[in-house]
């Protein structure tokens, strides 16, 4: 499992959707069980909840998204010639984990700048009710609310549902078939209301199908069989 010095400079990417889905699913991995990054990654989805309630759509001047891109590139170190000769594969590997925090933190500050210019989210384009698929007293509701960047941001609002068993927790996914997009991961600590905001990738819209199940942390990442909340979107 990924550790905290290397989740921290990818959240603002995992925000905005910027991550592969290998490195996507071992970030959220991390953050089911890990409250100080979770902690940071609400410090970069208040600029996403801030979009909600900005003005009327208006372009950022283009000049200034430029100087933001140009600041992060002069910021970015130059390779030592041990680093140019180090394993291609082990760099590539690596590389996604190694983006400095400045660069997070400049995809955060080109969002803010739609904030600041006028950007503003869409109301929800569907609300999926949640029933459990065995008889449990849990229920709950999944919004979806399209995202400048495209990406979907899934609002859950559940009720009643326990703590995960030990070593697990819970994820969302959309599915068509036999095909699924994860959507996050998330836990709960005690039974009764628990509001969660994930992000999921634009595709996700033609994905009817929505998924909680509960997963091992030590099992496969592929979804489990234990799906404990299941909904139709309208």
């Not at 991390?30 to 410090?43: D, Q, T, V, W």
Request: hydrophobic fraction near 35%; charged fraction near 20%; charge should be negative.
């Amino acid at each position: 499992m990924m550790k905290c010095a290397e989740v921290h400079p990818n959240l603002g990417a995992f925000v905005l959707g910027g991550l592969d889905s290998e490195e996507e699913t071992e970030v959220r991995r991390h953050l089911a069980f890990c409250p100080s990054c979770r902690e940071k990654l609400g410090e970069f989805e208040e600029v996403s909840q801030a979009l909600k309630v900005a003005p009327p759509l208006a372009d950022p001047p283009s000049y200034l998204k430029d100087q933001i891109l140009s600041y992060v590139r002069a910021e970015e170190p130059s390779p030592s010639h041990e680093e140019l000769s180090s394993s291609r594969d082990s760099r590539s590997k690596n590389l996604p984990l190694l983006v400095p925090g400045v660069a997070a933190a400049a995809l955060v500050a080109v969002v803010a700048l739609g904030i600041f210019f006028g950007l503003h989210a869409e109301p929800p384009i569907a609300t999926i009710q949640l029933t459990p698929v065995e008889k449990e007293n849990y229920w709950g509701v999944a919004e979806l609310h399209p995202q400048p960047s495209g990406n979907q941001q899934v609002e859950l609002k559940l009720n009643n549902l326990d703590e995960p068993g030990p070593d697990s927790y819970y994820e969302a996914w959309f599915s068509s078939g036999e095909e699924y997009i994860g959507a996050g991961t998330f836990t709960v600590t005690d039974s009764g209301q628990t509001d969660v905001v994930l992000t999921a990738p634009p595709q996700v819209q033609n994905y009817p199908t929505f998924l909680i199940t509960e997963q091992s942390a030590t099992g496969d990442t592929a979804p489990s069989k234990k799906v404990v909340l299941r909904g139709e979107a309208p």
